[in-house]
């Protein structure tokens, strides 16, 4: 079975910390995604990568960045966390369009 | 631009009250369109893919079809374990490997 691997499930940051969440897959998959889902507002793309050492912004990347230095690696990287960043983060890996998630970080922020 | 909106927001169900919810698409050029299910605190779990108008799949209690403007998503005698939120997803030409995701339709199926 495909899998996908985030390393923490609930995760606690003061502000101002650099918080780094790393995403695992284990399929070979070439694209990779990072989405944070926030209650009314949906799914929402950050960042995400077509390829080692290739990353594309999504729609709200202001505070983030991202990197995959292996391709079955892709970490994203909030360079100072703030409160409005607290969320749940979705890490998701893809093949024929279908998505393949991550269980998902829930950040909280103090 | 395309755009997925999901009907109804939220939708309560006696056990075995069959029903369905509606997925509204507008891309261009369908590639595919995807359905998942989403328990709290949980990351969404795939369910079906549909690739083209009149197509249908089936799992379980679940069915889902395909016109060229929306997708429904059919529960038939929901058992409280079908409670979940439910999102749709679509695929198209122009937005190479991007999915859009719907809102989402919250169900819950009570005993």
């Known amino acids: 079975d495909v899998k996908v691997t985030q390393s923490s499930r609930y995760l606690v940051k003061r502000t101002g910390e650099k918080v780094f969440l790393e995403c695992v897959q284990d399929?070979?998959?070439?694209?990779m995604f990072w989405y944070r889902q926030d209650p009314g507002l949906g799914l929402r793309l950050i960042y995400f990568s077509y390829d080692v050492k290739m990353k594309e912004k999504g729609d709200i990347p202001e505070g983030y960045s991202v990197s995959r230095e292996k391709k079955e690696r892709f970490s994203l990287i909030l360079e100072s966390a703030s409160t409005n960043q607290t969320s749940m983060y979705l890490c998701?890996?893809?093949?024929?369009?279908?998505?393949?998630f991550g269980s998902g970080t829930r950040l909280t922020v103090v | 631009e395309d755009q997925v909106t999901q009907s109804p927001e939220a939708l309560r169900l006696q056990e075995g009250e069959s029903s369905s919810l509606n997925c509204s698409y507008t891309?261009?050029?369908?590639?595919?369109l995807f359905w998942y299910r989403q328990d709290p605190g949980k990351g969404p779990e795939f369910l079906f893919t549909l690739y083209s108008a009149g197509e249908e799949k089936e799992k379980e209690r679940l069915k889902a079809t395909l016109t060229k403007k929306e997708s429904f998503l059919h529960i038939t005698a929901p058992k409280p374990e079908d409670s979940a939120t439910y999102l749709c997803?679509?695929?198209?030409?122009?937005?190479?490997?991007?999915?859009?995701f719907g809102p989402g339709t919250s169900l819950s199926v009570i005993p």
């Open positions: 399929m070979d998959h070439e694209n």
């Open positions: 997803a679509v695929w198209g030409e122009t937005s190479y490997d991007k999915v859009i």
């Open positions: 998701a890996s893809q093949v024929r369009g279908g998505y393949t």
């Open positions: 891309v261009s050029g369908l590639r595919g």
